[in-house]
């Protein structure tokens, strides 16, 4: 457990070390580019080295947003070509609509097909976003105003939101941005709302599913797929609510949600243990031999350095410090130093973890996964440089 006080007394990183640590994980990206230029990494490493897969799952886009990130820091054209290749590969899968029966289009396509186009002009990467927009868009339900995250549109076992989709929405604001129609945003702004009334508890802790009554809209109840159980905070839901929240502000301007961010953050920053890397649940701390993840402080961390660009003076120096001594945590005790150990950038995440009370097999545990790969090299980025969102 920590207070402001004891999370003010570790040590923050300094820009030497940053530095470091960012060009680091841009050495590491290039040496994995050849075995990831016609597949991608699967969403999660298998004794620490990532298998190649097809353009499947909600995670291929991570790694194309790994390579745009490291072109921006090099402007090696070699990275350019690759981030290209990326983007026809996401447009196959969209127009010939493989595997996108699901809600992430925003994180598939935001980090690779929209980065590709607002860092380099890429007209296809464009195109295939926009089309991508349009198939979550084709995902809302009007009776109970939210994206249904997976799943048969309608099912009634399936009829509900997860807190993980507030990442989803900056790709529809993105998409009435650049196409002027504002119905993309319109129902983001809905979903936002719908979201924010139903996933977070009165302790400031977030539910990661929550049902609707398909025939009537009527909200239901919260329930978990990937935490430890209904009611405990799964970490990693935690920290897509604290992002989610900075990144609704910042299209929405509504301070409601910085509320809500300060209350999932100190939820969150309140029960670290004391090495800083969070459990993979927060029914979890110091003293327990479940495993960490690791990618949830990478999130988090990108959501505070978001945050800390709209709050007043004092309190966004205490969001900057907080990401400075959290990401020394992560630089310390979870990046790959060595690439003989890893060909993944963040160790010690967990993708799901089997519990009594959710439906989930183990998989991806205390092993690198794309997502916290991504997060971290943003967070260094963002720390470094004048970065410019991909959300
Ligand atoms: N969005 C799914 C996950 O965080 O595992």
Redesign the pocket.
């Known amino acids: 457990m920590q207070t402001k006080e004891s999370l003010l007394k570790y040590e923050k990183i300094t820009t030497a070390e940053l530095e470091k640590a960012r060009d680091r994980a841009v050495e590491l990206i290039k040496r994995n580019i050849d075995k990831f230029t016609h597949y991608f990494p699967d969403s999660n490493s298998v004794n620490n080295f990532y298998p190649q897969t097809e353009n499947v799952e909600?995670t291929t886009g991570f790694w194309t947003g790994e390579v745009w990130l490291a072109y921006e820091c090099t402007r090696d054209s070699k990275l350019k070509e690759v981030g290209d290749i990326h983007v026809k590969s996401f447009m196959k899968r969209i127009v010939e609509k493989i595997d996108v029966n699901h809600h992430?289009m925003g994180f598939l396509y935001s980090p690779s097909c929209v980065a590709a186009y607002e860092l380099t002009g890429n007209e296809e990467g464009k195109k295939a976003a926009l089309l991508a927009a349009d198939n979550l868009m084709s995902r809302f339900q009007e009776k109970g105003q939210f994206f249904q995250a997976w799943g048969e549109l309608g099912a009634v076992d399936n009829y509900r939101l997860i807190i993980?989709c507030l990442l989803n929405m900056p790709l529809l604001f993105w998409a009435s941005n650049v196409t002027k129609d504002p119905k993309y945003a319109e129902k983001a702004t809905t979903h936002i709302i719908t979201a924010m009334n139903y996933v977070i508890r009165p302790d400031n802790s977030t539910y990661h599913t929550y049902f609707f009554n398909k025939e009537t809209g009527e909200p239901m109840r919260g329930v978990t797929c990937?935490g430890n159980r209904d009611g405990s905070a799964w970490s990693?839901g935690q920290a897509?609510g604290i992002y989610g929240s900075a990144l609704s502000y910042k299209y929405l301007r509504n301070t409601e949600y910085v509320e809500i961010f300060r209350r999932l953050t100190d939820y969150f920053l309140a029960n670290l243990p004391s090495d800083l890397i969070p459990y993979w649940d927060f029914d979890f701390n110091d003293g327990s031999n479940e495993p960490r993840d690791s990618s949830s402080l990478a999130i988090t961390i990108c959501g505070m350095l978001e945050m800390a660009k709209y709050v007043e003076k004092e309190e966004a120096e205490y969001y900057t410090q907080v990401a400075k001594i959290l990401l020394k945590a992560l630089v310390e005790r979870c990046a790959v130093t060595n690439p003989k150990i890893s060909n993944g950038i963040l160790l010690h995440g967990t993708?799901a973890r089997a519990s009594v009370n959710n439906p989930c097999s183990n998989r991806g545990v205390d092993e690198c996964n794309t997502w916290g790969d991504y997060f971290y090299m943003e967070a260094l980025m963002r720390l470094t440089t004048d970065w410019k969102l991909y959300w």
């Open positions: 909600w992430d993980d990937q990693r897509w993708y």
